[in-house]
Structure formats: C-alpha cells, structure tokens
T-cell receptor
Framework: KAGVTQTPRYLIKTRGQQVTLSCSPI?????VSWYQQTPGQGLQFLFE???????NKGNFPGRFSGRQFSNSRSEMNVSTLELGDSALYLC???FGAGTEAFFGQGTRLTVV | AQSVTQLGSHVSVSEGALVLLRCNYS??????LFWYVQYPNQGLQLLLK??????LVKGINGFEAEFKKSETSFHLTKPSAHMSDAAEYFC????????????FGAGTRLTVKP
C-alpha cells in the first residue's frame, strides 16, 4: 500500500513569506501529526489532527498552523517565515491510539 | 509532561560487536515507548514499540529493547552490528492516549566500523 506522501520534498522561501506543506496519510489513517526536525533542536512535535480536529499542540508560536480535511489529508502553514524555520518537516499518520505511526520522507524547507 | 533522554549523541562499534543505545524516559502515566531509525534524507522507520505487554520487545532487523520501570529505561540492543545499521536512532515516549503525539530524544548517531 502507498505510504505517507509529503509534498513538496524541497522548498526554498524568503524571510517574511508564508508556506504551505501537504501530507497525504496512508489510506484509512485518521490521525496525522507534524514534527519539525533541526540539527539544534532535534525532533519537536508541532500538532496532531484526528478526524479534522486538532487534538494536541506542541510549543510553537501561532505562526505555525495546520488543518485536516475530510479525506484525512493535512496541511501545515507557516506565516512570516524566519531563518530559524529552516528545517525538515515530517508528517506521520496512524489509525489512532496504540497503533503504529508511519512517517513520510519529509519536506525540507530552507528560508533565505 | 513526558520526555526522553538519550545518553550519547554518537556511538561507534565494530562490525559484529554488540550495539547498545541508551534511553531514559520520564512520564506521569504508564508510557508507550518507541525506537525509530532514520537514514539520511529519509523519514523515520519504527524499529519496535512497548505498549505495556511484554517488557522485552523484539523489533525489526534483529533489534530488541527492554522496558525497565524501576530504572525508567528502554535501552536498544542488537547482538551483532552490521554495516547497514549505521544511521540515527531516536527513542520516543507517548503518554498513551494517542501515540501520534510523541516526544523524541535528541537522537544517537550509530557508526559501524568494518
């Protein structure tokens, strides 16, 4: 079966711009989570959606937001980009509590 | 809130030697614990998980981990390292209700010498 698909794989943006990243979960998975990975801070939890509702949120500023659609696809948006937002953004999907989370290959965002 | 500490950001072993990657967790409730592996420019792949069943958990590629509540540890081991095991390994904890809300350790980069 198809895995978790993240688009685009690579992105270069300018400071102050906004960006939208997309995640298509494995078919049947209703839970989608987003993580930011940087060399300095490691893997940090951004937020988690289940059936179009945000269930949990990490400690990130309001510039980071997300949403989930009725088909479970999810997007995350970062507004007013800063240089420090350069990172690998990973999406993970699962059926829900107690089930394995599968990760996509990530979107590498570079802010210049 | 849950958290994870991985001891040693870099571990180097010889091919055929024992691999031991250390992880200690903190959680206010019985945790779910995970080990993931990440190869360069890739996402994370689940190696194994502990979800309150057997304390010794066997995973893929010959890895296993033992949950020790008294030591709040979940160390990852493999009896004999292979060159293909070279990667970054992450320990993660979830407080159970939703294992898609994980807190990760800083990671341990494993190098395997021929």
């Amino acid at each position: 079966k198809a895995g978790v698909t993240q688009t685009p794989r690579y992105l270069i943006k300018t400071r102050g711009q906004q960006v939208t990243l997309s995640c298509s979960p494995i078919s049947g998975h209703r839970s989608v989570s987003w993580y930011q990975q940087t060399p300095g801070q490691g893997l940090q939890f951004l937020f988690e959606y289940f059936s179009e509702t945000q269930r949990n949120k990490g400690n990130f500023p309001g510039r980071f937001s997300g949403r989930q659609f009725s088909n479970s696809r999810s997007e995350m948006n970062v507004s007013t980009l800063e240089l420090g937002d350069s990172a690998l953004y990973l999406c993970a999907s699962s059926f829900g509590a107690g089930t394995e989370a599968f990760f996509g290959q990530g979107t590498r965002l570079t802010v210049v | 809130a849950q958290s994870v500490t991985q001891l040693g950001s870099h571990v180097s072993v010889s091919e055929g030697a024992l691999v031991l990657l250390r992880c200690n967790y903190s959680s206010s409730v019985p945790p779910y614990l995970f080990w993931y592996v990440q190869y360069p420019n890739q996402g994370l792949q689940l190696l194994l998980k502990y979800t309150s069943a057997a304390t010794l958990v066997k995973g893929i590629n010959g890895f296993e981990a033992e949950f020790k509540k008294s030591e709040t540890s979940f160390h990852l081991t493999k009896p004999s390292a292979h060159m293909s095991d070279a990667a970054e390994y992450f320990c993660a904890v979830s407080e159970g209700y939703n294992n898609n809300d994980m807190r990760f350790g800083a990671g341990t980069r494993l190098t395997v010498k021929p």
